[in-house]
């Protein structure tokens, strides 16, 4: 089975602290990205890779980093958090391939900035 | 732009009954279509996928998905719903090359009451 992990279920971060999201997969895919999650929004892509050490900014970037220098690693950074950062993380993974593209997910980390 | 409707934020239906969640997007192409499940506290798990052939599709837990092309439709049923099937679902369309990109509607909670 693939195995997506993510360093922490639970986060609490004070607000201008640089916070560091890791995420780990175990089934060699290409692909990796991070999501959050917000009620009523569903799942909105922050930044993706396709590649160690590739990244592309997804639909909301803004306030966030990313960096891949392995493989089955991809960390997201927020260089300051801010409460409106707020939310469940999601990380996934999936083979670079049009016939495999459905992503396979972590459990999620919940941060609260306060 | 790629999008997807899910037009129900939440459903009730009673153990034992039939359940149908809606799901509508808008691509131009051939797409390829997703069902995800998320449990409270947990990440997304792939229910199905839809890519080509047969527009009837089996998941796993009892569910399927049939896709109408004429109505840009890939709705989601199950003939009798289980307690356990409690949670939030979330359609999606795979877009990009690669399998780089997939786009979520913002999902239905489904209610299963007793």
């Known amino acids: 089975d693939v195995k997506v992990t993510q360093s922490s279920r639970y986060l609490v971060k004070r607000t201008g602290e640089k916070v560091f999201l890791e995420c780990v997969q175990d089934?060699?895919?290409?692909?990796m990205f991070w999501y959050r999650q917000d009620p009523g929004l569903g799942l909105r892509l922050i930044y993706f890779?396709?590649?160690?050490?590739?990244?592309e900014k997804g639909d909301i970037p803004e306030g966030y980093s990313v960096s891949r220098e392995k493989k089955e690693r991809f960390s997201l950074i927020l260089e300051s958090a801010s409460t409106n950062q707020t939310s469940m993380y999601l990380c996934a993974s999936s083979f670079y391939s049009p016939n495999t593209p459905e992503q396979y997910f972590g459990p999620g980390t919940r941060l609260t900035v306060t | 732009a790629q999008s997807v409707t899910q037009p129900d934020i939440h459903i009730t239906v009673s153990e034992g009954a039939s359940l149908e969640l809606r799901c509508n997007y808008s691509?131009?192409?051939?797409?390829?279509l997703f069902w995800y499940v998320q449990s409270p506290g947990q990440g997304l798990q792939l229910l199905l996928k839809y890519f080509s052939g047969d527009t009837l599709v089996q998941g796993i837990k009892g569910f399927e998905a049939e896709f109408k092309r004429s109505q840009s439709s890939f709705n989601l049923r199950k003939p009798s719903v289980h307690w356990s099937d409690a949670a939030e679902y979330f359609c999606?369309?795979?877009?990009?090359?690669?399998?780089?990109?997939?786009?979520f509607g913002a999902g239905t909670r489904l209610f299963v009451k007793a």
């Open positions: 691509y131009g192409a051939t797409p390829y």
């Open positions: 089934m060699d895919h290409e692909n």
């Open positions: 890779s396709y590649d160690v050490k590739m990244k």
């Open positions: 999606a369309v795979g877009a990009g090359t690669g399998g780089f990109k997939t786009i």
